[in-house]
């Protein structure tokens, strides 16, 4: 692996990760294809999720690590443009007004309402799952199917601003070759849920990829970093959920 892919690599930990990674001072070449990397934060996610499920810890301790370790791991980055995200679908303002929302630095009471649903949703969901390494191979893949998604939105759809993660991301990438990457990490990835049994959790994603796209261009213009966070927390808890009542099937 050359020094570019290695920066390329600690580019994309750098930013969507909390995980410590060497000062890496960012330009054109390595962040060209830095979204293409943005899914192996969640194998890395998905390898300590396993890690919690083999260790012999109480049913109700393992529920608290699967819950917590994608926030130790991403610092939480998604789920601020979740409870912006909630806050701003929560106004019924304009287009105009939900953009200024997604900007405002404050926590607005509808954000909070979600994020403590979403917490107590997820916490619940993870305390159904009955750990097997199966299950922990599914939901692994599932974590980088998600973030494949999340990227080719970002290669793909409309900016909602001339600003912002997404649109410097965007910006900086090789768009065409960027898409090609993630769709055939997408279909590889898919793939490979399916024939461990977790095609349900697939479908359950590329539902909400959907509907990402309906919401972020209906109602925003096209994407936002914040509207990518709220697509990856909406996609997990969905994923989780279909996960919590197929896994018996998995298994």
């Known amino acids: 692996m050359d020094l570019i892919a290695l920066e390329t690599i600690g580019v994309a930990f750098a930013m969507f990760s909390a995980l410590p990674v060497p000062k890496i001072e960012w330009n054109e070449r390595n962040m060209r294809y830095a979204m293409a990397a943005f899914p192996l934060i969640g194998a890395v996610i998905g390898a300590l999720w396993c890690v919690c499920g083999l260790l012999p810890l109480p049913e109700m301790a393992k529920a608290a690590g699967f819950c917590l370790i994608p926030v130790a791991v991403t610092g939480g980055i998604h789920l601020d443009g979740y409870a912006d995200t909630s806050d701003a679908l929560s106004s019924y303002g304009d287009r105009e007004k939900k953009l200024d929302i997604l900007k405002d630095p404050h926590c607005g009471a509808f954000a909070v309402i979600r994020l403590c649903s979403y917490f107590v949703a997820y916490f619940a969901l993870c305390a159904c799952i009955r750990f ?85 261009v209906k109602q925003f213009g096209g994407i936002t970093g914040d509207l990518a966070g709220w697509f990856l927390q909406r996609a997990e808890l969905f994923m989780l959920a279909t996960l919590a009542f197929s896994g018996r099937w998995i298994a």
């Open 132 to 216: 097997t390494p199966r299950v922990g191979a599914v939901w692994s893949l599932a974590l980088v199917f998600e973030r494949a998604l999340s990227g080719l939105a970002v290669a793909s759809f409309p900016m909602a601003k001339n600003t912002g993660l997404a649109h410097t991301f965007a910006s900086a990438a090789d768009r065409h070759r960027v898409r090609v990457m993630l769709t055939v990490e997408a279909v590889c990835v898919g793939a490979g849920m399916v024939w461990l049994g977790g095609g349900l959790l697939a479908l359950a994603a590329l539902l909400m990829f959907w509907r990402y796209h309906a919401v972020s």
